[in-house]
């Protein structure tokens, strides 16, 4: 790596929901930010105003917040190097595109979609191996190389629509180091004359972001791979301005693949398979349409930025629940991979049980707690804290809580009939009837004392474990779900507990 301060840019354009891949694009650019002691810069790549989203910006700003990547340079926070949006930096490609002109590098074209459309058909009828606008075409197209200097200036100054091509070199070997890739080698002649100043006087991806990168001083550009194939261009757009020397380094992250390994992850195989692929939920807003969020279906932002640091690298150890701290400081884009990184939703799921079970009770009280007030259910915190400490291991999500313990806050409604017809023997209620008076005698009811009271009943009675603790529980829980059965009868109480049995020796009837 060369000395230069590192400034990394992520640089999304807003024309929809931000995918997971490009907050992982995000994310590494952080980590790589913060390992140098570098800047993150965010810029708003929104030139094309056709693709342009409603809400796409803040939308975008707002995924990064929650995951806790902390913007140096932005149109939040202003910089040195800003505007950050590039709809706002309109005059600076105006005056770029006319100076690679100058330079001989580039040139007007007036071609209408009709004559474009009209070499291409010409092309493709020829058979021809050339299929676009390149050093070879352009010479029978209406551009400023075939054009006189008077015809141009005229057609310009006459409001004639025009786009400014770039002149691609003929048969150029061009040969680039990416950190991540390797050496990048393309022939000239595979490329074409590509616009990269359009006729509503606005600049393209290409120019805009070379043009942008050069001003903000970015020292490295962390992108995706889907990037890479305008990497030559962008190398020879460098050279063209003569900015070579100060040209950023290159790291294209490989592809997210779906879950089979087989094609770029989309929000198809979220669908199918049940899993968001954007970090918030978005609801479109032209078709209303609303898609789910890692957020919103209960994701911890630690958990979902350690899945995302783990596609495509690994700090090298056996190691996978890292904190960002920890991230930061193990970050290196030399370790990242090449190939494409399988997503794994059933490992993201173990990644959110890891974090919630790493919190605390009383925070995850508290988060219960919403979810009841919710409900209507008023419940002490102490009470809510040791139902967490009973479920916390059971559970990927703060969600899957009432699941797991509706029953410490309402009597069964009903009973599980299939439980019923294979638990509740003929001689149930009376064993119950019975244990149930050996409880009401117990004066401390706690966990030692009632597996001790029980255990002596099994053996007086000469009974298995499970002709008891079954029915048993059918009675507390209404079914044969939930934690241990001494857990549950030490955190209901004895009143309740006995309350419970009584209600189930009273209505559990066979069918
Ligand atoms: N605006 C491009 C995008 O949407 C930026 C690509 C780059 O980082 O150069 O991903």
Same mark, same amino acid.
């Given at each position: 790596m060369n000395n230069r301060k590192v400034r990394v840019r992520f640089a999304p354009s807003p024309t929809g929901p931000l995918h997971m891949g490009g907050v992982r694009t995000a994310l590494f650019n952080y980590l790589f930010a913060r390992k140098n002691n570098g800047s993150f810069i965010l810029r708003i790549e929104d030139t094309d105003q056709s693709r342009y989203v409603q809400g796409a910006e803040d939308y975008i700003i707002e995924s990064l917040k929650w995951c806790g990547i =902390? #913007?140096?340079?932005?149109?939040?926070?202003?910089?040195?190097?800003?505007?950050?949006r590039q709809s706002d930096r309109k005059e600076i490609y105006k005056e770029f595109a006319e100076r690679l002109i100058e330079l001989g590098n580039a040139y007007y074209a007036f071609d209408t979609a009709e004559e474009l459309e009209e070499m291409r058909n010409k092309l493709k009828a020829e058979k021809s191996s050339i299929q676009q606008y390149n050093a070879i075409t352009r010479r029978s197209m209406r551009n400023s190389f075939t054009l006189s200097v008077e015809e141009t200036t005229k057609l310009i100054d006459s409001d004639t629509p025009f786009v400014i091509r770039f002149k691609m070199p003929e048969n150029e070997e061009v040969i680039v180091e990416d950190i991540i890739r390797g050496t990048v080698k393309v022939n000239t002649n595979q490329l074409d004359d590509k616009v990269l100043f359009k006729s509503d006087g606005m600049p393209t991806y290409h120019l805009a972001n070379i043009v942008d990168d050069h001003l903000m001083k970015i020292s490295h550009v962390i992108r995706g791979e889907e990037w890479l194939p305008s990497l030559p261009l962008h190398v020879l757009l460098y050279r063209s301005f003569g900015w070579e020397k100060t040209m950023p380094e290159f790291a294209h992250l490989p592809l997210l693949l779906k879950p089979n390994g087989k094609g770029k992850l989309s929000k198809r195989d979220g669908d199918a398979l049940g899993f968001p692929v954007f970090p918030l939920e978005w609801t479109d807003p032209k078709t209303g349409e609303v898609s789910n969020g890692y957020r919103e279906d209960g994701y911890f932002p630690e958990a979902f930025v350690n899945i995302l640091a783990l596609l495509g690298w690994?700090?090298?150890?056996? @190691?996978? #629940?890292?904190s960002l701290r920890e991230l930061t400081s193990s970050f290196d884009l030399i370790k990242v991979h090449k190939a494409g990184a399988k997503f794994d939703h059933e490992k993201a799921k173990w990644f959110n049980h890891q974090y919630l079970a790493g919190k605390s009770d009383q925070k995850l009280a508290r988060l219960y707690q919403t979810i009841l007030k919710e409900k209507g259910i008023t419940s002490d915190d102490s009470f809510v804290i040791n139902v967490v400490k009973l479920i916390k291991e059971r559970v =990927? /999500?703060?969600?899957e809580f009432w699941e797991q313990s509706f029953f410490f806050f309402q @009597?069964?409604?009903?009973?599980d009939p299939k439980v019923v017809k294979k638990r509740w023997k003929e001689n149930t209620p009376e064993l119950l009837s019975e244990l149930k008076k050996q409880l009401d005698v117990?004066? #401390? /009811?706690n966990h030692d004392n009632l597996e001790k009271t029980i255990q002596d009943f099994l053996e007086e009675k000469e009974l298995g474990m499970g002709q008891v603790m079954n029915p048993l529980r059918l009675t507390l829980v209404g079914g044969g779900i939930g934690p241990g059965v001494l857990d549950i009868v030490e955190l209901l109480g004895k009143q309740e507990t006995l309350d419970r049995i009584q209600a189930g020796i009273d209505n559990i009837k066979k069918e």
């Amino acid at each position: 790596m060369n000395n230069r301060k590192v400034r990394v840019r992520f640089a999304p354009s807003p024309t929809g929901p931000l995918h997971m891949g490009g907050v992982r694009t995000a994310l590494f650019n952080y980590l790589f930010a913060r390992k140098n002691n570098g800047s993150f810069i965010l810029r708003i790549e929104d030139t094309d105003q056709s693709r342009y989203v409603q809400g796409a910006e803040d939308y975008i700003i707002e995924s990064l917040k929650w995951c806790g990547i =902390n #913007i140096d340079e932005g149109i939040e926070e202003g910089g040195a190097y800003g505007p950050y949006r590039q709809s706002d930096r309109k005059e600076i490609y105006k005056e770029f595109a006319e100076r690679l002109i100058e330079l001989g590098n580039a040139y007007y074209a007036f071609d209408t979609a009709e004559e474009l459309e009209e070499m291409r058909n010409k092309l493709k009828a020829e058979k021809s191996s050339i299929q676009q606008y390149n050093a070879i075409t352009r010479r029978s197209m209406r551009n400023s190389f075939t054009l006189s200097v008077e015809e141009t200036t005229k057609l310009i100054d006459s409001d004639t629509p025009f786009v400014i091509r770039f002149k691609m070199p003929e048969n150029e070997e061009v040969i680039v180091e990416d950190i991540i890739r390797g050496t990048v080698k393309v022939n000239t002649n595979q490329l074409d004359d590509k616009v990269l100043f359009k006729s509503d006087g606005m600049p393209t991806y290409h120019l805009a972001n070379i043009v942008d990168d050069h001003l903000m001083k970015i020292s490295h550009v962390i992108r995706g791979e889907e990037w890479l194939p305008s990497l030559p261009l962008h190398v020879l757009l460098y050279r063209s301005f003569g900015w070579e020397k100060t040209m950023p380094e290159f790291a294209h992250l490989p592809l997210l693949l779906k879950p089979n390994g087989k094609g770029k992850l989309s929000k198809r195989d979220g669908d199918a398979l049940g899993f968001p692929v954007f970090p918030l939920e978005w609801t479109d807003p032209k078709t209303g349409e609303v898609s789910n969020g890692y957020r919103e279906d209960g994701y911890f932002p630690e958990a979902f930025v350690n899945i995302l640091a783990l596609l495509g690298w690994n700090p090298g150890t056996e @190691k996978e #629940i890292l904190s960002l701290r920890e991230l930061t400081s193990s970050f290196d884009l030399i370790k990242v991979h090449k190939a494409g990184a399988k997503f794994d939703h059933e490992k993201a799921k173990w990644f959110n049980h890891q974090y919630l079970a790493g919190k605390s009770d009383q925070k995850l009280a508290r988060l219960y707690q919403t979810i009841l007030k919710e409900k209507g259910i008023t419940s002490d915190d102490s009470f809510v804290i040791n139902v967490v400490k009973l479920i916390k291991e059971r559970v =990927n /999500f703060v969600s899957e809580f009432w699941e797991q313990s509706f029953f410490f806050f309402q @009597k069964p409604g009903e009973y599980d009939p299939k439980v019923v017809k294979k638990r509740w023997k003929e001689n149930t209620p009376e064993l119950l009837s019975e244990l149930k008076k050996q409880l009401d005698v117990l004066e #401390i /009811f706690n966990h030692d004392n009632l597996e001790k009271t029980i255990q002596d009943f099994l053996e007086e009675k000469e009974l298995g474990m499970g002709q008891v603790m079954n029915p048993l529980r059918l009675t507390l829980v209404g079914g044969g779900i939930g934690p241990g059965v001494l857990d549950i009868v030490e955190l209901l109480g004895k009143q309740e507990t006995l309350d419970r049995i009584q209600a189930g020796i009273d209505n559990i009837k066979k069918e």
